[in-house]
């Protein structure tokens, strides 16, 4: 089901009871990078994905660097307060992210990374492995779970969520968002053949916000990283440009 707003979904999300389960994805779910480039309306917005498909030599040190230093927001605010509601009524709030684990270029654990970067912006899920990062999966760029955060290293996400349940425990019902429709169709696949109450959200939230490409500094952006392995915020170009 499509839906472009998690006001949208709030009557859904309340039904949720004590052991059940709402998963979220991270990337254009939670949280999107500030810059304009990374508008889908964008040339540029593709440029991350690319570099990684086309497994350029120095991705892990231009990837690594850009995710140390791009600013972040939330794409709704609301996000924050739903989660501890949810906890608080004692509902399971997990992510699951499709990124590698472990260390990863110029971050020593991408795990410790990510979890900082979403507590930095009040997002705290439920605590499953608080004080560890444990082996969900154990081959080739394990899996990984680390403070509610499942992360998916090399392996689907259907398989990971498979692990996380068979280590902890089976949901009643699943309630997930992620701004890809393929893998929100992978998981509704998954909750059928384990017998597991459903519903999944293609969330298309980050991709509403209002794109200016007069905004856009994605040329200089993605050069300035390849060449010089530097990342600079539309403001940082703004504030030059004006000097
Ligand atoms: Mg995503």
Known sequence: MECNTVK?????????KEGDCLILDI???????????????SPFSKFIDDLKKK?????????SNWRLRR??????????????LLKSRGVKVIALTAMQSGAFGGISSMEEWRVKELREHGIIFSPFAQN?????IDKENAA??????????????????NGFINKYTKPNKIIFF????????LLHDYCAKANIDYRGYHYTAASKRVYDSAKDRGAFQTK????????????????????
């Open 224 to 243: 300035e990283l390849i060449e010089t392995n530097r990342w600079f915020e539309d403001e940082d170009i703004e504030k030059n440009l004006r000097k």
């Open 144 to 161: 990984t779970l680390h403070q509610g955060v499942l992360f998916t290293g090399s392996h689907p996400k259907d398989k990971v969520l």
């Open 71 to 84: 600013k972040i927001k939330l794409v709704e605010e609301d996000w924050v307060e739903i989660i501890n």
């Open 8 to 16: 949208d979904a709030l009557l859904k999300i309340h039904q949720l």
């Open 178 to 185: 992620d701004d890809r429709l393929e893998q929100v169709q």
């Open 55 to 63: 497994k350029h030599e120095k991705l892990p040190q231009i990837l």
């Open 27 to 41: 990337d254009d779910t939670i949280i999107m990078p500030e810059a304009m480039m990374f508008h889908p309306c």
């Open 132 to 136: 560890s990062i444990e082996k969900i």
